[in-house]
């Protein structure tokens, strides 16, 4: 079976300071790819996907993804992280194919930005 | 456009007692989905519809729940003879035909006394 794992429960950043959150994941063929966040009292958001192609994937607000076929992994980046960046982070996988498919998601990583 | 709305924002009931929530996707987009989120189990699949398809149940937890959608659009998740383990945010997501960017609503937070 598909599965998606996040090692980090919980990162503290400073302000300014750069981010990696880490997904791996296991399944027989390379799946679709996610990042969601998730605000306290909110909905998630969809920061970035892979499907195919460039391996270097540019989000929304300043976050990108390095899908990493060798080593199963699609990390989340930010060079700067600000205040506002603090939520949970969940990264989430489909099988890859053309019709809808449901979402598997990652445990989540919290995480929190000191000032 | 408007994005995908749920109904209530939050539902405290007794154990024991029925509750409805409700999905409101984006236009046009034909498969709808339902997840919930609690503390000891993260985010889990609950069913999804895809057009006019039988939809994906195998998420559902027990036979309490049910899920159905009206015309194509707006869904209802009912749960009935509610425990206390129902307790959960139950998150809605939408997404367009052969297209797997779901998009989702702001949950319903149901607290089952």
């Known amino acids: 079976a598909q599965s998606v794992t996040q090692p980090d429960i919980h990162i503290t950043v400073s302000e300014g300071a750069s981010l990696e959150l880490r997904c791996n994941y296991s399944y027989g063929a390379t799946p679709y790819l996610f990042w969601y966040v998730q605000s306290p009292g909110q909905g998630l958001q969809l920061l970035l996907k892979?499907?195919?192609?460039?391996?270097l994937v540019q989000g929304i607000k300043g976050f990108e993804a390095e899908f990493k076929r060798s080593q199963s992994s699609f990390n989340l980046r930010k060079p700067s992280v600000h205040w506002s960046d603090a939520a949970e982070y969940f990264c989430a996988v489909v099988p890859p194919s053309g019709t809808a498919s449901k979402l598997t998601f990652g445990t989540g990583t919290r995480l929190q930005v000191t000032l | 456009g408007a994005g995908v709305s749920q109904s209530p924002s939050n539902k405290v009931t007794e154990k024991g007692k029925d509750v409805e929530l409700r999905c409101d996707p984006i236009s046009g987009h034909t498969a709808l989905y339902w997840y919930r989120q609690s503390l000891g189990q993260g985010l889990e699949f609950l069913i999804y519809?895809?057009?006019?398809?039988?939809?994906?149940k195998s998420g559902l937890p027990s036979d309490r729940f049910s899920a159905e959608r009206t015309g194509g659009s707006v869904s209802t998740l009912t749960i009935q003879r509610t425990q206390q383990e129902d307790s959960a945010v139950y998150l809605c997501?939408?997404?367009?035909?052969?297209?797997?960017?779901?998009?989702f609503g702001p949950g319903t937070r149901l607290t089952v006394l």
């Open positions: 997501a939408s997404s367009r035909p052969h297209y797997n960017e779901q998009f």
């Open positions: 519809f895809q057009g006019n398809s039988a939809p994906d």
């Open positions: 892979y499907f195919s192609g460039d391996t």
